[in-house]
């Protein structure tokens, strides 16, 4: 079901701007659910950070996975816009991949099992973490989220909060490198991409992308130059420095 304001286009060029939720502690004090973690102080001024570059942004829809962590990022990035912002519209067909389960020793080691899990995405039968959800089954999830953005909300220009796997797919799946892209395309904290679809009528009276053009990629409010980000988010988020070497206890 489309939305109510007819003056919003269904065709033409409509812009996506992707975010990656701020900063979290997953290992926060009688943290039970990670489902339900909340922004940490440094991940509510990554976003706010965002927001003010967004500032001159006219959002016409804002969209969220529904996980607190991407509904505050998206608050806080409206509230740093002196325009009446549209109210968010929760899509849970973008949460964060559902993860499986390993034993680790360290956080260390944790992160390699979540960095060297990325990597492998393309690999045949290649799940988040042992037992978790499949790429191909993420792929495909997050693809038909992306369609419906385009085929059942009008807007020009939209915001949509996501999360890192999500975003990876999401940007692999534009770029035409299908789960190969996976590991490479880094998605920072509360970090911003920009997507422009050329969209037209099709053959039935409904609409279809005839062009996906990448504007930007992984662009940091609070650090553009990247001085300060010689990590990876995930190295940040567990508060460790692999220094390019491969991680100890990375699964082979």
Known sequence: MTQ??????????RRLYLMRHGHVDYFAPGLTDFRQVPLT???CAQARAAGVLLSDISFDAVFTSGLPRTQETARLVLEQNDRAGPTPI?????????GGKVVAKSREELAAWLAFSLEAAADQDATFLPGGE???DAFERSGRGLSSLITDYRWRQALLV??????RLLLS??????????GAFEQDLACINVLDFDVVTDT???????RTIIKAVNVTAYDVSK????KTSLEHLFDIDFDGARPQGAPA
């Open 4 to 13: 109510d304001d007819p003056q919003l286009p269904m065709i033409g060029r």
């Open 134 to 136: 499949s790429f191909a």
């Open 90 to 98: 929760n899509m849970p067909t973008f949460e964060e991949l559902a």
């Open 227 to 230: 001085a300060g980000l010689r």
């Open 41 to 43: 102080e440094h991940g």
């Open 162 to 167: 996501a999360h890192d796997g999500i975003n």
């Open 173 to 182: 799946r534009v770029s035409g490198a299908g789960l190969k892209g996976v």
């Open 204 to 210: 039935h009276g409904g609409v279809e992308i005839t």
